[in-house]
């Protein structure tokens, strides 16, 4: 490029604009820019390489290669220096390319003859969509003001492509957001759905790049920033806890000299105000991919969303974009907290998120829906748009974006099956699951909010196992009164009638943080201070939550158990503030409880080895299958790489189980497992085979666990399992399928 100066960015800019606003096809359009790109930078090549598919670049467009090489030359992501570009997100740029690790030479570009390279990845907010390369004969590397000339092509490329610039023959050259897409996520919460895209965020859509007038953008820029400052500020004003560190976050990247200096410097260059707060954006996306740091994760989050809301100003692109939410509504979000998620409510079909996890505050209000959950599926947002067909299989997190025929056909099927098999859990609702020997197992339901309740009479459950107490916190800005805790309390009693409900105390903490309360900063959350450790070194909340569980009950008989108890002083203890409460209670003269039964929940392999006073004292146990899995194999069930590693139906975990069975029956001590577990039918069969009679789960699963266990023989079931694991067998599994598939 001849000086590299402000005027001539603005200059090369101005003739991209102009190139991209002539009536051309897609083909044309790229051979374009790359003889004006090639032409204005003084390079003998530029070369515009386009993803056909996740794992192929394929060359679209040249000047300087032979042009028969075009749609022709082809690569593997990571192969040679475009792949390596392609994969790493990361330029190349060296003076003597044969001599670099990992080149490749392709002979039929004939790119022999050229030394140096110049290569940039196109992407748009962190969405790699090809390869921008310039090569010259000379060795020499090329200069910062050349660099940035190129990265200025490569994002005008990506927001064009974007737009639909350079449709044309070929996979290379496809429709964006036409095609069919498979998204490979995380199952949040089993369960499958059909319906249409609704974007919780919809995407900011830049079509001003250009701009002839810097001084008029930064003017733009800077009164949208300092609107944005002032938005900040109020939120600041009745914000608390972690939502106060969010905003924080906010307003230091608000008023971050490096920041907006590097915007200004993008329009001097003359990149238009939004343009230059997408580029910074997208330096944001790629360095995310980039840094492990968690900390430092969440700082690139915070100034990605920072710029959206500045988007949003600058563009006038609300969330509310008068698009009109189909009736059939998949939200697809990066991430979304639990009072939007309830805003939305049933009339969800289901949920696809970028981010979260499987005990997050979405996943556990997406469970209370009883709604199918995918989460950690990578380019959602960028792939989907407002009203695209989109199917969820919550199974096996899966997302299937504009799924052609053959999908849709298969999925149907599937949904179809379960549908029947629905209709016949129907004929056994009001049955009892007794098996085939004569045992007989409870069934109950896990529950979370008072939208749950209407499924306790139409889902056969015997009462609810499990309500979960957090929600009620979690949704809200401050700590509820306990009035209004008393009343969602009495409620949930009232709508359950005469059948139980057993309450868990508030489990917070891990992934669980109350927006109102100071986070702590643990390297590992799910093993500190949470649960029960929160409730007895802050007995306040306990307290009052204790003192609304007594009040709701009206006299009525109360069940409750405390969450994450490793040792039997815990136990104590909190069984002391129940006592506590209690007295106050009688001495203020309200109605206590007729009979108040005090448990806890056994999540940690310690309490399995606690005394037998312990066992004696407890008035009943329930256990907590998912964290108690994941402490008994050191297996986090948020990491991917393990978290499916270890079976469940494993020979060592059975035999540990069945111990706590064996401790609980010496002593008389009531016992029952809650978790996933506990619903899915094979599993379950297997728990109750060893002796645990009571499983409490989501509704939805309760007809399929009732229907296998009235069909099986737990006595002979029992037998099986304990032939495979005299034969030194790892899991069980594989001979209990066999047993049923001979005799269900």
């Excluded at 194999?633 to 590693?645: G, K, L, P, T």
Aim: proline fraction near 4%; aromatic fraction near 6%.
């Amino acid at each position: 490029m001849p000086d590299g100066t402000e005027s001539e960015s603005r200059k090369l800019l101005g003739r991209l604009r102009d190139t991209m606003a002539e009536e051309a096809a897609g083909q044309e359009r790229l051979d374009k820019i790359t003889h004006l790109t090639a032409d204005s930078m003084g390079t003998e090549v530029c070369s515009i390489y386009l993803f056909r598919d996740e794992q192929t670049l394929e060359l679209c467009a040249t000047e300087g290669l032979k042009q028969e090489a075009v749609h022709h030359t082809r690569m593997k992501l990571g192969e040679g220096l475009v792949g390596r570009v392609a994969r790493t997100g990361q330029m190349v740029n060296t003076a003597d390319a044969p001599s670099e690790r990992g080149f490749r030479y392709m002979p039929e570009t004939g790119e022999e003859i050229y030394s140096s390279f110049l290569g940039l990845p196109i992407q748009r907010l962190g969405e790699k969509l090809g390869v921008l390369v310039v090569q010259t004969k000379d060795k020499r590397e090329f200069t910062s003001d050349e660099i940035y000339a190129l990265e200025v092509v490569a994002m005008v490329l990506a927001e064009m492509a974007e737009l639909g610039a350079f449709i044309g023959e070929g996979a290379a050259l496809k429709a964006r957001h036409t095609q069919p897409a498979m998204i490979r996520g995380v199952t949040g919460q089993e369960g499958t759905a059909e319906g249409h895209v609704w974007l919780h965020e919809p995407r900011v859509v830049v079509t001003n790049l250009v701009t002839d007038d810097p001084q008029r953008e930064r003017d733009r820029l800077e009164a949208a920033i300092e609107e944005l400052r002032v938005s900040v500020d109020e939120m600041l004003e009745g914000a608390s806890g972690e939502q106060l560190e969010v905003l924080e976050a906010y307003r230091m990247f608000a008023n971050s000299k490096g920041w907006r200096t590097r915007m200004a410097e993008d329009i001097d260059r003359g990149l238009s105000a939004e343009a230059a707060v997408e580029k910074e954006q997208s330096v944001a996306r790629a360095r995310m991919s980039q840094v492990a740091d968690p900390y430092l994760r969440e700082r690139l989050h915070d100034l990605d969303d920072l710029s959206n809301r500045l988007l949003r100003i600058l563009t006038g692109q609300g969330r509310e974009t008068g698009a009109e939410m189909p009736a059939d509504p998949i939200l697809v979000a990066r991430n979304i907290g639990p009072g939007e998620l309830l805003d939305y409510g049933r009339r969800l079909k289901g949920l696809v998120l970028e981010e979260g996890s499987v005990g997050s505050h979405a996943a556990i209000v997406a469970r209370a829906l009883a709604i199918p959950l995918v989460i950690h599926a990578s380019r959602v947002t960028n792939e989907a748009l407002n009203g695209d067909h989109i199917m969820v299989d919550g199974d096996q997190g899966l997302v299937h974006l504009r799924p052609d025929d053959s999908i849709v056909t298969a999925f149907r099927d599937k949904i179809a099956m379960q549908a029947q098999a629905q209709e016949r859990y129907a004929s056994i609702r009001q049955k009892p699951a007794t098996s085939l020997c004569g045992r007989r197992v409870h069934l109950l339901m896990n529950a979370g909010l008072l939208a749950d309740l209407p499924s306790l009479p139409s889902s056969g459950a015997e009462g609810v196992g499990l309500f979960r107490t957090e929600l009620q916190f979690l949704i809200r800005n401050k700590m509820p009164r306990r009035t209004e805790l008393v009343e969602v309390y009495k409620r949930v009693m009232d709508s359950a009638g005469d059948k139980p409900v057993v309450f868990r105390t508030l489990d917070i903490g891990s992934d669980k943080v109350l927006p109102y309360m100071k986070p702590t900063d643990e390297p590992n959350p799910a093993l500190g201070w949470r649960a029960i450790r929160v409730g007895l070194d802050k007995p306040g909340v306990m307290r009052m939550q204790i003192q609304a569980l007594l009040r709701a009950s009206g006299g009525r008989p109360l069940s409750v158990m405390f969450p994450f108890v490793a040792q039997y002083e815990e136990f104590r203890a909190a069984r002391a503030e129940v006592n506590k409460a209690l007295a106050i209670e009688r001495k203020l003269g309200h109605a206590v409880p007729e009979k108040i039964t005090i448990g806890t929940m056994l999540e940690t392999p310690s309490l399995a080895y606690a005394s037998k006073k312990f066992f004696e004292d407890v008035e009943f146990i329930s256990i907590g299958g998912n964290d108690l899995k994941q402490f008994f194999f050191a297996a986090d069930r948020e990491n991917e790489r393990v978290r499916r590693r270890y079976d469940t139906l494993n020979v060592s975990f059975l035999t540990f189980l069945e111990q706590i069975v064996q401790r609980c029956s010496e002593t008389g001590t009531p016992l029952s497992f809650c978790g996933e577990d506990a619903g899915r039918p094979i599993e379950a069969v297997c728990l109750a085979a060893i002796g645990l009679h009571r499983l409490s789960m989501r509704p939805a699963s309760i007809g399929p666990v009732k229907s296998l266990i009235m069909r099986t023989d737990l006595d002979a079931l029992y037998d099986v399992i304990c032939d495979a694991r005299d034969r030194g067998e790892q899991s069980v599994r594989d001979s209990v399928l066999e047993y049923l598939r001979w005799n269900g």
